[in-house]
Protein backbone atom coordinates (compact mmCIF):
# COMPACT_ATOMS: atom_id res chain seq x y z
CA UNK A 1 0.00 0.00 0.00
CA UNK A 2 1.60 3.39 -0.88
CA UNK A 3 1.97 6.17 1.66
CA UNK A 4 -0.46 8.04 0.07
CA UNK A 5 -3.69 5.57 0.92
CA UNK A 6 -1.76 5.78 4.86
CA UNK A 7 -3.29 9.37 5.79
CA UNK A 8 -6.69 11.00 5.73
CA UNK A 9 -7.79 12.78 2.50
CA UNK A 10 -7.94 16.60 2.98
CA UNK A 11 -10.82 17.57 0.71
CA UNK A 12 -10.40 21.54 1.55
CA UNK A 13 -7.44 21.39 -0.15
CA UNK A 14 -8.50 20.32 -3.55
CA UNK A 15 -12.04 22.22 -3.52
CA UNK A 16 -10.52 24.20 -6.43
CA UNK A 17 -10.51 21.45 -8.66
CA UNK A 18 -13.62 19.50 -7.80
CA UNK A 19 -15.46 22.93 -8.03
CA UNK A 20 -13.51 23.21 -11.59
CA UNK A 21 -15.00 20.30 -12.87
CA UNK A 22 -19.09 20.28 -11.91
CA UNK A 23 -19.76 23.31 -14.94
CA UNK A 24 -18.61 20.38 -17.32
CA UNK A 25 -22.00 18.90 -16.16
CA UNK A 26 -24.04 21.68 -15.66
CA UNK A 27 -23.37 22.20 -11.87
CA UNK A 28 -22.12 25.04 -10.30
CA UNK A 29 -19.97 25.16 -6.91
CA UNK A 30 -22.98 25.94 -5.02
CA UNK A 31 -23.91 22.19 -5.54
CA UNK A 32 -20.86 21.03 -3.38
CA UNK A 33 -20.34 21.49 0.23
CA UNK A 34 -17.63 20.45 2.42
CA UNK A 35 -18.94 19.02 5.94
CA UNK A 36 -17.39 18.20 9.07
CA UNK A 37 -19.36 14.85 9.32
CA UNK A 38 -22.25 13.27 9.15
CA UNK A 39 -24.49 12.47 12.34
CA UNK A 40 -24.67 8.86 13.03
CA UNK A 41 -22.47 8.01 10.12
CA UNK A 42 -18.95 8.31 11.17
CA UNK A 43 -17.57 6.19 7.96
CA UNK A 44 -19.72 7.77 5.45
CA UNK A 45 -17.40 10.11 2.82
CA UNK A 46 -20.17 11.63 1.09
CA UNK A 47 -24.18 12.03 -0.28
CA UNK A 48 -26.88 13.54 -2.29
CA UNK A 49 -29.79 15.36 -2.43
CA UNK A 50 -30.91 14.72 -6.21
CA UNK A 51 -33.83 16.90 -6.53
CA UNK A 52 -31.69 20.14 -4.66
CA UNK A 53 -28.71 19.20 -6.55
CA UNK A 54 -26.39 19.14 -3.63
CA UNK A 55 -23.45 16.93 -3.28
CA UNK A 56 -21.91 16.53 0.35
CA UNK A 57 -18.07 15.14 0.96
CA UNK A 58 -16.90 14.92 4.16
CA UNK A 59 -13.93 17.88 4.47
CA UNK A 60 -11.14 14.78 5.58
CA UNK A 61 -11.50 11.56 4.41
CA UNK A 62 -9.89 8.85 6.64
CA UNK A 63 -7.94 6.02 5.46
CA UNK A 64 -10.90 3.73 6.82
CA UNK A 65 -13.62 5.23 5.37
CA UNK A 66 -11.91 5.16 2.43
CA UNK A 67 -11.48 1.30 2.56
CA UNK A 68 -14.76 1.46 2.99
CA UNK A 69 -16.10 2.90 0.16
CA UNK A 70 -13.08 0.83 -2.20
CA UNK A 71 -14.27 -2.59 -1.16
CA UNK A 72 -18.52 -1.39 -1.88
CA UNK A 73 -17.00 -0.48 -5.42
CA UNK A 74 -15.12 -3.28 -6.21
CA UNK A 75 -18.32 -5.90 -4.74
CA UNK A 76 -19.09 -4.24 -8.67
CA UNK A 77 -16.56 -6.34 -10.16
CA UNK A 78 -14.71 -3.24 -12.11
CA UNK A 79 -10.98 -2.41 -12.15
CA UNK A 80 -11.27 0.03 -9.58
CA UNK A 81 -7.33 0.37 -8.80
CA UNK A 82 -7.45 4.03 -10.16
CA UNK A 83 -9.29 4.42 -7.25
CA UNK A 84 -6.53 3.79 -4.87
CA UNK A 85 -5.03 7.53 -5.95
CA UNK A 86 -6.97 10.23 -3.70
CA UNK A 87 -7.35 12.41 -6.29
CA UNK A 88 -8.81 9.95 -8.32
CA UNK A 89 -10.74 8.97 -5.48
CA UNK A 90 -12.49 12.27 -5.06
CA UNK A 91 -13.49 12.65 -8.75
CA UNK A 92 -14.77 9.16 -8.45
CA UNK A 93 -16.92 10.13 -5.34
CA UNK A 94 -17.81 13.43 -6.68
CA UNK A 95 -18.92 11.99 -10.27
CA UNK A 96 -20.97 9.37 -8.75
CA UNK A 97 -23.67 11.88 -7.19
CA UNK A 98 -23.44 14.01 -10.24
CA UNK A 99 -24.82 10.88 -12.21
CA UNK A 100 -27.16 10.71 -9.23
CA UNK A 101 -28.60 13.89 -9.70
CA UNK A 102 -28.49 14.00 -13.33
CA UNK A 103 -30.16 10.40 -14.10
CA UNK A 104 -31.92 10.05 -11.08
CA UNK A 105 -33.43 6.83 -11.91
CA UNK A 106 -29.59 5.04 -12.04
CA UNK A 107 -28.96 2.76 -9.28
CA UNK A 108 -25.60 3.38 -7.35
CA UNK A 109 -23.88 0.57 -9.02
CA UNK A 110 -24.75 2.55 -12.56
CA UNK A 111 -23.43 5.55 -11.17
CA UNK A 112 -20.19 3.99 -9.90
CA UNK A 113 -19.77 2.55 -13.46
CA UNK A 114 -20.52 6.19 -15.13
CA UNK A 115 -17.93 8.03 -12.63
CA UNK A 116 -15.40 5.23 -12.92
CA UNK A 117 -15.58 6.04 -16.77
CA UNK A 118 -15.76 9.70 -16.76
CA UNK A 119 -12.57 10.03 -13.82
CA UNK A 120 -10.62 9.93 -16.24
CA UNK A 121 -11.83 12.04 -18.68
CA UNK A 122 -12.15 15.62 -16.54
Known amino acids: MSADSEKSIDVESRRAELDEILPQFNLGPESL??????????LR????QKILKRIYIKKSISPEAKKIVLAE???????????EDDW??????MLKHV???QQRWQ????????????????
Do not use: Q
Not at 45 to 48: A, F, L
Not at 73 to 83: M, N, Q, R, W, Y
Not at 88 to 93: A, E, G, W, Y
Not at 107 to 122: F, G, I, N, Q, T
Open 33 to 42: ELVDEFANEP
Open 88 to 93: MFLKHT
Open 73 to 83: VKKFGEDISAL
Open 107 to 122: PDYECSKWALYHMKRV
Open 99 to 101: CSI
Open 45 to 48: VSKC
